[in-house]
């Protein structure tokens, strides 16, 4: 435990010792910012039923820069080290793999967390600076910022996989990309088709689009949580099992 | 302190360590000698627990090195032969990751760090990136991280590797001191080093252990193929004739002559010595002897005897 504890520390200060955490921050800060200003203009111009917090998660620069944010903060993981040569020294130390992966994994998890808090200090600004209610329930904010943390514990352990897949750290951004977009598109298949094929409500079980609007609207789906949270664990075991099968290959 | 048995490594078809066998004693600093290619870093890397063996087994302090991989690091301080480091760390803040990461804290994290601090001469390089440090402190930072948990077990690969000749001796001298209280694995293609600083000397080529003694044992075996220079005035026909004659010798060559003086090489057979019967040869034939020699083997002898490919 005190190992997973030393490079969750380490990896965590590491993306802040580096110009390249602040970098992702400000970049995703400001994107934030774009979304929640544009929306306030979308409620100034036209009444719409939904609630800000909807509106926010539904702008279409929404998706465009959430889905950047993970291969940018997992690409290095492992593949640098494993470029590097440092994945021998940390593996021929008393380190067991699943500190390794559990450690490096929850100091992304809780770098991304620290990613949200901008966007969450926007929201309790709206009423401190308007004087006016803020326009929103917390149910909607709760729930949208708990998918948030959701869909960023599954996406983040893919790019986990990824970048122990390679000792490339472009080679495992592209494909953490790639892997997230097809996520991604896979829940519009019912958009464009409606229910009218076979694997329609697999489809609609694993449709980020469809969760974010229920848990923006204060929905809390027990199912997708579950769903983000098995497969979140799946991905983590295939890094562990990739990297203990780098032993047996070389 | 080390024991393997039958390990070998394969990669696919091609066979990198087989069958290799052999013991290294408590105290004993060791000689791992072998050219490039010749499974030196795959047998460390199966020391060290980060490649599983294809078969056979390997054992550190009792500890078997796949089963109870753990406990069998705690006990090995490894400097791999690349000495990987992150680069973006200053060098305390990466001992101490490493103190940590090995199971050290608190006051014995901090007296630790002090030491190897000292005992590596890092005390002026502590509070810099590691990416700004040249190479030679670069390998004394892989030392100090090796070093940092006290390990009973020291393995070095190629730790001299790319330096000048001033940071190759303070790393062989500090070496040499740690061998006072430490087992050492050294892995190096250099043999001089070897013969300075270690106890006994494993040989290995294409992934097969060739030899493992002391280096006077393996040099004195060697004197198998001792050659000896004469140098005299005669005809060059008579005298490899009365040579070959003498009891003993297996091969006379005249490598050269200059000024009326012919150079002979005369091979002997092992443990041998043909100078006295050579030169009452020439006393009989009233030949002007100038130079009677005898090469002794070196280390580099038995080396390339051994691992040389024709």
């Known amino acids: 435990m005190r190992n997973f504890f030393t490079i969750f520390c ?76 440092t994945l021998e020294t940390l593996l021929t130390a008393p380190v067991q793999t699943w500190q390794l992966v559990f450690g490096k994994y929850f100091a992304t998890l809780g770098f991304y967390v620290i990613l949200w808090i901008p966007a969450f200090i926007q929201f309790q600004l709206f009423s401190i600076l308007t004087d006016v209610p803020a326009p929103f329930s917390s149910g909607s904010l709760f729930g949208a910022f708990l998918l948030i943390f ?7 352990a893919i790019g986990c996989l990824a970048s122990s897949l390679t000792s490339s750290q472009i080679i495992a951004g592209v494909v953490t990309t790639g892997l997230l977009f097809i996520h991604y598109f896979l829940g519009y298949l019912t958009v464009i088709y409606s229910d009218r094929f076979a694997a329609a409500p697999v489809i609609r079980y ?43 290959r070389s | 302190m080390i024991k393997v048995e039958n390990l070998t490594k394969r990669f696919g078809r091609h066979t990198a360590v087989a069958n290799a066998t052999f013991e290294v004693g408590k105290g004993e600093v060791v000689g791992f000698l072998g050219p490039n290619g010749a499974g030196k870093t795959t047998t460390i890397r199966m020391l060290t627990g980060f490649l599983p063996p294809s078969s056979g087994a390997a054992s550190v302090d009792g500890f078997d090195v796949f089963r109870k991989s753990i406990d069998a690091r705690r006990r090995i301080g490894y400097l791999p032969e690349s000495v990987p480091l992150y680069r973006d760390m200053r060098v305390r803040e990466y001992l101490k990751f490493r103190g940590q990461i090995k199971g050290l804290q608190g006051e014995r994290l901090r007296m630790r760090m002090e030491e190897v601090v000292e005992r590596c001469g890092l005390q002026g390089v ?60 050294l892995s190096t293609h250099i043999l001089s080093e070897v013969e300075m600083i270690c106890d006994k000397i494993i040989i290995i080529d294409g992934g097969r252990i060739m030899a493992s003694d002391t280096p006077s044992n393996l040099v004195n075996q060697m004197r198998a193929a001792g050659k000896i220079t004469v140098e005299l005035k005669a005809d060059p026909e008579k005298v490899r004739a009365a040579l070959s004659q003498l009891a003993h010798i297996k091969k006379v060559t005249n490598e050269k002559s200059s000024e009326g003086w012919e150079h002979f090489s005369v091979l002997v057979q092992s443990g041998t010595d043909a100078r ?19 090469h002794d083997s070196t280390l580099e002898d038995v080396f390339v005897e051994l691992t040389r490919k024709d």
């Open chain 1, 10 to 85: 380490k990896e965590l200060r590491g993306f802040f010792l580096s110009p390249f955490g602040w970098v992702v921050l400000t970049l995703v800060t400001i994107m934030q910012g774009w979304s929640m200003s544009g929306a306030m203009k979308a409620l100034q111009d036209a009444p719409i039923p939904e609630s800000l917090v909807y509106i926010v998660f539904h702008m279409p620069q929404f998706w465009f820069y959430f889905l950047v944010i993970f291969p940018l903060i997992t690409m290095r993981l492992f593949s640098e080290e494993e470029r590097v040569g």
């Open chain 1, 150 to 156: 959701l869909m960023g514990s599954l996406f983040i």
């Open chain 1, 206 to 248: 694993i449709a980020s689009n469809e969760h974010l609007r229920y848990f923006s609207k204060g929905l809390i789906d027990s199912r997708a949580i579950v769903y983000y949270l098995t497969a979140a664990a799946f991905f983590l075991f295939l890094t562990h099992h990739v990297i203990n099968r780098r032993r047996w």
């Open chain 2, 126 to 185: 502590r509070r810099k990136m590691i990416k700004t440090l040249s190479k030679g402190f670069r390998q004394r930072v892989g030392l100090a991280d090796a070093l940092i948990h006290d390990p009973p077990l020291l393995v070095l690969d190629e730790p001299t590797n790319g330096l000048d000749p001033n940071q190759i001796r303070s790393i062989r001298n500090l070496i040499k001191q740690l061998g006072e209280n430490h087992t050492i694995l």
């Open chain 2, 276 to 294: 006295e019967r050579i030169s009452s040869l020439c006393q009989e034939n009233r030949w002007p002897l100038r130079s009677l020699y005898r």
